[in-house]
């Protein structure tokens, strides 16, 4: 059976409404909703004073209804009262702003009052629910990835990467502070990257993204230990240039891999929904679940695209849907269930749209629950895979990097539309990722590579195709000439960047073992080299027309 | 006899040019100048002592050569002493950043310390000048907008609040608290909308602009209070998306709505100043002087487009002067008599520019001062009316809206040049103003509208069109669906923004009552309904040539 | 000889690599290297604790292969224990926001903590190079510029002001305080040009940047004395138009002018590098250096335009290389010998690129060491000059101007383009210069002109030609109408900017003595007015392959 539903927030409507819901989710055949997300002022209104009434009453209803509930711990958004009495819990930024409440995601998420208070939240959570019987799913937070530069975190990041480096010596060494004399002989002289007179470090820079990648995992691994018991724990990843998480690490500590996707845009929408469905059910592959099950959380049934609200085509509501369901995906959840009247967004689309049942998104919602009532999840084989890395796409984001005109994920999802156009599925996998089971692997612009990558791509038997802009740099950003020589059996002389115009990235490449086999390609054994990244701008076709050639099969 | 003039600095010349600036004055047959706006740091050069001398020699001159005085307290810039004994009292932005000294504006409207300082000049000038025979109009203040997020306003929030809502619930139910968790438990939780993590609080941020309104009204009476006597005193409304003040509630407070006006482009500039012209009046009216007389305080004699400065055709000072004092303004003021030669704003267009007295723009003002000499206020009456709320205004422009491609003042203005082509006068009103007295009233996109608003269009009887995007939500932003479909004879299914591309908003109508009478448009009883949002691009001719037509008469 | 060579940072590498480096410097006939720019956290590791082992081993090493050495105080950066101990000295922006550590040109150049150090520092390398045979030249610091706005700023800002104005009368006079109430009472009250709440007065931001250079060279000065020998002391001027320095008069404090040049982009840059190379010999001229040598210190071998890595086309290094030493410099050096491998600038162009000496950019290096290793200095007569002035710069980019269409350096450099194809050479000279020696000077654009300045012009007999945009406002930014009119011969009525649309400036001419010789041109004896200034896009042709029509001559 496939979840169906999305996030409901009952405590927004008044009591009254809460028959109708039920009645409209039993119509749309809904069986699996989130609750509690944002309901930490409700369910904790003065600090330690709990009200579990009105969310009793929630999850009797939904379970005297047949609804099941993936419930969430409502941290990611802490009341009122705990932000003014813990000032020094609110985010600060780069330059040293410390934000005020009245949004979402106000916390420090290494400030030990609030690591308290999620846990005394979860941990109240667990003690009452987690034996309901309407309870599926543990929902941990809520889409990791709020930044924070303030003082709880320098002292965090110092420890963080004490038991990383070991040594001053050691970090000095990958950080190449001998650049700009930045040499550290004291830890304590150690900060996060805050705002300062020009380019920042790059070293530093990427270890920072990852001491807040840890910080969050720590925080997600404190309420799960409230939560553990015989129901599956989670939490929804959020996609995005800008989070500072390394999901496929965070994969290893979730029972079930959760994303949210909301597409960049309408137009590349269907490209977008299948390149993060094959990306998930990687990194759930990767995290030791072989059957690559994994769950959309959120998604919508509309779009935001350049500030406007815009509406999905006819069928373009379950066209959505089973581009995520036909790579893997055990559920379809939205958010949200009913649009909001208030709040910020009041205007995001959700299942009952403002004009409620009988709008055209509800109508399609209805005919998709009915159809994916009778269907099973979906176990996909894949043989062929290209590989992903967030840590390289943070690298080359990085200010300093000369070559703007690179977009890392762009050039990643065209590999993987050609790939997904030529072979039943495709996974997308990150660089430690198990490659046996693969006969064909593809490396695209791996700016970042560590000696266990570089030593597994050595190890792989397969057909690997590897790009220029890989192996470009170790995992602390310093530059590595020559480190795939041995591998593409030929030397890399010289790289030029947008000559002739267009061209993103083309390596001068002196063949020694490898043969030219096309325009800026070279073999070398079971290793292509492509020595160039082009903008190829390729056409995004619906690639879920050819779900019988990807030859899925229901399990 | 109508005002013509303008700010007249002359603490900024030597003595000896006062003379001379007599002299011009007299040729351009100016009647009216408004004198010590920027003044403060002259007139109590240290706290609490004055020197009065040199403005009794400026008023007594003026007066000896028949020119009136419009007296300004200079609160809007206190001096180098003030910010210096009182940084509490400087204005803090969004991100808590307290600004400092070396501009204009640098005080928070709701510091004490300021508060009491502007008290204390505005008494010190009544009691000098009150009844001195020059004075013709007391000017409070200049161009209230100054944002403020500090901690003196952050208390004198919550007591508005409390004044507004009178309970938390209440509160937190026009605020949708519920939504990310904001419920508030205690007053002081309570915080101007400061820079915070995501998107803020809608309805948060409407009742921090109505409350920043308050502010300066306050601010505005303490003043008028030490000025009070035979002379009208008003303040001169500065117009622009990011002010935060409700000018038509402000307009009940003054004797004589006044406005500086300065269009976004030369191009556009007669429809600009046709519409605020008819916005002033609008405003006139609905605070209670049925003449619809009222002041344009400040304008220029040319223009800043694009960061470029640019000159009017020739011909298009005295364009610009009729197409107001065709629309009931009493006055043609200017901003300023003399180019300064140095500050901030020395590039600013003035009556006498750099080259003196010799330049065209003197020359035309000449002869348009002449041409006014003889010529009384106009009277206009208007039997058509377009709506135009700035409250709905800063809703349409709240950074949660995914209707980034709406401009409410476009689409507004819009339908009035369309109106004002065809009808001979229009009215610009606010959604609170008697509408009995209008044959036809256009309501376009009035995203805001409270249940006064809904009673009263359901009162008026003369014809009413009403747009798509009107009654979206109540005054707190709270979406309210079907609000309107009483009114217009038909339920709205859906809404659709951007599609085809170029469309802003259409709404889909089922017609109950209703009958279609045009793409897009339906007809229910008094009430026309369209349906449609366009960003159809009205050739903005020139109003003025209209005048005939618009059968104005001279009073 | 000319020099030849770059920035060599031994530190960051492994000595196992200073012999392949040594080896590398004598095939390419690198004779002079820039050491120890950023090595202040190796020198001294701990506060007053120097290590000068490593150091001695790199002078000696070098000193044997016959390679001088140009040895930097390492000033820009400072350490992190620095940073840990003088919070206070670090920079602070316009918003209040205090800079970290992290990057380079973490300090604000008046705090007493830093001149301490800085001096220390200086001494310590002074006391033990000061005679070292390898030693060539002292390059004090590195590219001055870091803007800070903090609170010793303010302090060191109002003694500036004290010096310079004498009283509060005159500063309240030059910085025009009438305006919007800004008159000082007491010189407490005068702050750095902070963020506040509009615009800024655009007096004191011009004394602002002046106090900067100012503050600049006071702590070059400190550190050469700390210097002070037979060696030749200098710093390397960095150009760009937000830097707060006055070139012109830093040079008057060196021994040799030298320059940091990174052109703007690819298309332009022979052009760019000819006008820096005739400015820095103007600069050298007019500090009294009659021979105009000058040092192209640092330039890239490479470029980055639009975030994007660019190669210069086969032969580009020694094109732009020539270009420098046509017009005087006495060597060719590049940032840096080798590329870094990590930091925030390892993708910056280098000699030795990433790819090793076998990459194309060392091997046209070698030719070009080799080319020069023969080549003496040129001595460079120029009896052209065009005028180009760093205070009108800022001028032309204050906030507060209307004319965002003009860039001023654009503006000069199309008339150095055109002169340089007409003329053998051009020097680029400050307004203070002596201009005996040329038969044509030009001034395109000088907004700001003081009395001396008038005066110079007025006493010079060559042919002067003079742009509108010219003589605008005297030194304080104060608007001098007519002040070129006895000059010219004609009085200027107006101004129009931007119309027709794609003219920039046009003043409205009324000839009294003068003659109109051309469209928009007016001949005064000896004085050319040219009444308009167009963005003409000269056809930025190689002026390199012009040399022998310069005549430059060999010395």
Redesign the interface.
């Known amino acids: 059976m496939l979840y169906f539903g999305g996030d409901y927030?009952p405590?927004?409507w008044p009591r009254e409404m809460w028959a109708e819901d039920l009645e409209l989710m039993r119509q749309a055949r809904v069986n699996l909703v989130t609750v509690g997300v944002?309901?930490?002022?409700?369910l904790e209104?003065?600090p330690g004073e709990f009200d579990f009434g009105w969310l009793d009453e929630v999850l009797d209803g939904l379970h005297r209804n047949g609804i099941g509930v993936c419930l969430a711990t409502?941290t990611a958004?802490?009341?009122?009262?705990f932000?003014?009495s813990h000032p020094d819990a609110m985010?600060v930024t780069r330059?040293?702003?410390?934000?005020?409440?009245?949004?979402?995601?106000?916390y420090c998420v290494n400030a030990p009052a609030y690591r308290c208070a999620s846990v005394r939240i979860a941990a109240a959570l667990g003690a009452r629910y987690g034996t309901h019987p309407a309870l599926k799913l543990w929902h941990v937070h809520n889409e990791y990835g709020?930044w924070c530069f303030c003082d709880h975190c320098a002292v965090a990041f110092r420890s963080w990467l004490r038991a990383r480096h070991g040594s001053l010596e050691v970090l000095n060494a990958c950080?190449?502070?001998?650049?700009?004399?930045?040499?550290?002989?004291?830890w304590?002289?150690?900060?996060p990257?805050?705002?300062?007179?020009?380019?920042?470090?790059?070293?530093?820079e990427l270890d920072y993204r990852r001491f807040l990648s840890a910080s969050f995992t720590e925080h997600y691994a404190a309420q799960r230990e409230q939560l553990r018991g015989n129901v599956a724990v989670t939490t929804n990843f959020v996609l995005g240039q800008w989070v500072p998480v390394d999901h496929a690490r965070f994969a290893t500590e979730v029972d079930l891999v959760a994303i949210d996707h909301y597409p960049h845009s309408v137009e590349t929408s269907l490209g977008e929904r299948a390149f993060v469905a094959d990306l998930a059910r990687g990194w759930a592959r990767a995290a030791g679940h072989p059957d690559g099950r994994w769950l959309l959380m959120e998604h919508a049934p509309g779009a935001?695209h350049?500030?406007?609200?815009?509406?999905l085509e006819p069928g373009g509501i379950s066209a959505a849907a089973r581009s995520y369901v036909d790579r893997g995906s055990v559920g379809v959840m939205y958010f949200q269930w009913r649009?909001?009247?208030?709040?910020?967004?009041?205007?995001h689309p959700a299942m009952v749209?403002?004009?409620?049942p009988?709008?055209?998104?509800f109508t399609e919602l209805c005919s998709l629950g009915a159809a994916l009532a009778d269907q099973a999840p979906v176990a996909v084989i894949a043989d062929v895979a290209v590989m992903y890395d967030e840590e390289s796409m943070w690298a080359w984001r990085s200010e300093?990097?000369?070559?703007?005109?690179v977009d890392y994920e762009t050039v990643v999802r065209q590999w993987h539309i050609h790939l997904a156009s030529e072979h039943a599925n495709v996974d997308v996998i990150p660089p430690w990722a198990p490659l046996d089971s693969y006969r064909l692997v593809v490396v695209p612009a791996l700016y970042l590579m560590s000696a266990a990558t570089h030593a597994a791509l050595r190890s792989y038997t397969g057909k690997l195709v590897i790009t220029c802009g890989s192996g470009v740099a170790d995992e602390?950003?310093?530059?590595?000439?020559?480190s795939l020589d041995d591998l593409i059996g030929a030397r890399?002389?010289?790289?030029?960047?947008?000559?002739p115009p267009g061209e993103l990235w083309v390596d001068h490449v002196e063949p020694v073992s490898a043969t030219a086999v096309g325009p800026a390609v070279y073999q070398n054994g079971n290793v292509t080299f492509v020595a160039r990244l082009a903008p190829c701008h390729w056409e995004e076709r619906d690639l879920n027309n050819d779900a019988e050639r990807r030859g899925t099969a229901a399990a």
Chains 1, 2, 3 share one sequence.
């Open positions: 927030n405590e927004q944002f309901s930490w002022s409700r209104p003065r409502p958004s802490p009341p009122p009262w932000t003014r985010p330059e040293g702003i410390r934000l005020g409440h009245g949004s979402r995601d106000t709020t950080w190449s502070t001998d650049f700009w004399s930045q040499r550290y002989g004291d304590e002289e150690i900060l990257p805050r705002a300062t007179q020009y380019l920042r470090n790059p070293a530093q935001v350049d500030g406007v609200l815009r509406s649009a909001s009247r208030g709040g910020a967004e009041q205007w749209p403002h004009e409620g009988s709008s055209s998104v300093h990097l000369p070559t703007r005109h602390h950003a310093r530059i590595t000439p020559g890399i002389t010289g790289r030029t960047f947008d000559v």
